[in-house]
Each structure stands twice: as C-alpha cells, then as structure tokens.
C-alpha cells in the first residue's frame, strides 16, 4: 500500500481514502479480506471456482481504487466529422452531431471534462465510472464504416469499407 492511504473495513464495504478522494468498494461474497496498516489479504472462504473467481475480481478492484486515488485514470475521445463539436454548458456536455438539435450529456458525478479542440479528456477516479461514462459518450454517436465519422477513442481503429461507387467501377 502506498503511503497517504487510509483503508477501513465497515459491513460489506471496503472504504479508501487519498489524496486524489474516496472511494468505497462492495466486498464479494465466499472471501476473507485481511486490512492491515500496510496491505490488504484477499483470500477465498472455500474451494469453490466461485469463491477463487471473486477473489482475483476483488484484488482487481481493490487495485484500481488505489490507483485511482492516488493517480486518477484518465479516457480521450476523437470527434471526427465536418460540423461535429462539443461545448461545456454548466456540468453537461453539449454535443453537436449532425443531429437537428445539439445531444446534452449529463455528467456523472466525480468525472471531470476538458475539451481542445476535437478532443474530449474525461477524467476520475473511478475506473468503472469513468470506462461507462466514455461509452456512454461514444454511444451517441459511433464511427461509421464509409467515411469514418463519429466519435471514438483516441488510438481507436475503425475498419472502412468501400462504398457503392468504388465497387461498381471496380
């Protein structure tokens, strides 16, 4: 455990606190979950696959929480297309898409926007708050196949097919 953090188990919960914020975690059921002041010990209750599966997935997300509220994780998407922007408005995100009105996008709690350009950083502590919260975004637009409009992850490579023209001349 790094230094800085501050681990309690409640009923049910497994509580972090750093200096990027908090963050609370369900305990999975079948293990035994061991906080001492400079680790945490998940093991499974019994032998069942059901009780070893859990106990890799807690690991998992106790490992995000701590990086989380010590470093954040972070997510870029790519607008692409002639016409297709984003605006802050307030704590929404408002979305120009080809659509006749502009899509507004309400932000989750605990995940920050900053905009340059074609490019939305989204940004939290949350890991799975944040991944849900890009597909969401991406969801309201995706890249098309013919001309590659639509919004997707930085680095993101969407496969194009040829259009009507090109196979007909062909």
Known sequence: ????????????????KGPKGELAIPILPFLKIAVNASSIQVSPHTTMKQSRANAGTMWSLINNAVEGITLGFSKTLQIEGIGYRANMEANSLMLSLGYVQPVKFDLPEGISVSLDKNLIKLAGIDKHLLGETAARIRQLKKPEPYKGKGIRYQGEIVRRKVGKKAAAAA
Request: glycine residues 12%.
């Open 1 to 16: 455990m790094p230094e800085g953090i501050h681990v309690q188990k409640e009923s049910g919960m497994i509580s972090f």
